[in-house]
Each structure stands twice: as C-alpha cells, then as structure tokens.
C-alpha cells in the first residue's frame, strides 16, 4: 500500500485524509465533463437488476453478461434491497433521526428517507454517491423534498465528504447517526483499505450511532450442504466489473465481519441478508446458496 492511497494521520479533531482526491469542503465530486457513458457504472448496472429505467446501454449490456453468468443476481439485488428497508426501519424504530447513505445509487423508491419517514417523519436523510448520472437522477427525484440532501462524492475520502456542506446542514454530529454502506465496500480494493475507511468515519460520529452494511461474497452458503463455489459463475462476474468503473471485490463472511471496526454486532450479526431481522418467510438453503450479499447492523459505544 502506498502512501498515496492512504494516510492513517487525522488532523487534530478531525478524520484521516484516506484517498488522492480533492480534500476540504469545497469537493462536490467531478466534473461535468467526466460524466463516462462509454463504461458500466455498478450502480446503473444495480438499477438494472433491480428492473429500473434509470441506466444506458452500456450499463445493460454488462448486466446481461454478468446475468448470463450468474441468473441470480436479480434475486440477491432484491434481497440486498429489502435488507435496506428493514435496517432502516429498526434504525428509526431505535430512535435514529439521521442517515447518511453512502453509495445510494439511483435512489429507487421506496428509497431510504421513504422508508424512515414511514415511521419518523422528521428524519434527515443525506444520500452520496460518485456517479454525476446519479446525481442528476437523485436532484431530479429530490427536489423539493424537505430535510434531505444529495452529496456527488467518494467514499474513499471520508474527509472530503464528511464536511460537506450538505452534510454540515442536515447532520448535527452531537447526536447519533446512522451510516449505511449498503453494497459499497466491495467496490474498495485491498490496498485502498474498505476498514480504515469504516474508521475514518465512525471517528466523526458519536457514540450511539450505528453502520449498516451488506457487502458481496463468492463463498457458499454454510448450511447448504449442496453448496460450493462456482468459481466459473464467480470469475465471470468479478470480470464483467473488470470493465466498470470500479472493480468487484468480493470478500469472506470472515473478511467482512472486520469492516464493522468499532461498531459492535448487533444480533443475528453477520449473515446471509435475508436472514437479517426477516419480517416474513425465511428462504430455503438454496436461495440463501444464491443470495450473494451478507449483511449486519452494529453500534458504536
């Protein structure tokens, strides 16, 4: 790892500089003319799984292919989503008020501030993401909308996004917040370290707060005795996201539970996402075989 892609020094009451991106307030993400149709972007291409409209060829013919190679995708971008919802809500049911939410993506409704607000009206919502398409969609959808803001930025510079001055105006950092890097992190490389950048952010939020987080994995289901891994099915996938703006990382039930850094598991910890607090029927061995994402909630004390 070089010292370009990550310095562990923070400055004084602040959070480590992580990343070679434009620090200070002042970031707003890229520019206009850094908008790439000519790739797959992941959150364009998780629109598509999700059967959204929101995306451009380039982004459904590398959907098509990692469909191809793996037919269950839709079904993991589903479960992965109704894990959202359902953290969100007990977040807000624990008396959270406000999310930031890393990594949105097209904000599909029922979105994260729609989820909330079904039960804390008054909860404050800030969406980031690094794409300016998305961002073009998120403005459009949220305008108007009170107490919710949309920051064009990259989570590999929590600094940058910390103290954005949308942030700065809708996130009162003397009270809990929630944090969710809801199919996020296997998009960092190793070497651009995904647990240090947890922990640059969880320095800027006060104890009580909480992480929900769901993240990739090509390893099978435990309890599946039929189980393995399709390294075929595997190795196409990670391929397909070769091409994208950002390469699939996917990591171990072990890799993953280190992410959480200071935030402590909550109950069922980490685990297949449909197994996560479920509000109905539990799925079979084999579809928990074929949902990919794992996911948990945790506490900062």
Known sequence: MSEQDISQEAPEGGVPEIGPYVQ????SGFSAEEI?????????????YLGGWDNYEVDR?????????????RLSARANRAFMRRAVRELVDGGIRQIIDI???????????????ETAPDTRVV???????????????LTNTERT???????????????????RELIDFDRPVALLLVAVLHFIRDDEDPAGIVRALADALPAGSRLALSHA?????????AGRTDERARDGVVNVYKSSTATLNLRSKAGIEPLF?????LEPGVVRVPLWRPDGAVPGAEELNNTIFYGGVGRKD
């Open 24 to 27: 200070g307030p002042e970031h």
């Open 36 to 48: 790439d149709t000519s790739r797959p972007h992941p959150a364009r291409m998780y629109d598509y």
């Open 61 to 73: 013919v590398a959907a098509e292919r990692v469909i191809e190679v793996h037919p269950q995708v």
């Open 103 to 117: 990594g949105t993506g097209i904000p599909t409704s029922p979105n994260t501030h729609e989820t909330a607000r």
């Open 127 to 141: 969406y980031v993401d690094n794409d300016p398409i998305v961002a073009t969609h998120a403005g459009a959808r």
């Open 149 to 167: 803001g949309f920051v064009l930025g990259d989570v590999r510079d929590p600094k940058a996004l910390l103290d954005h001055p949308t942030v």
């Open 217 to 225: 994995t090509g390893e099978p289901y435990e309890a599946y005795a």
């Open 261 to 265: 850094g200071p935030f402590t598991l």
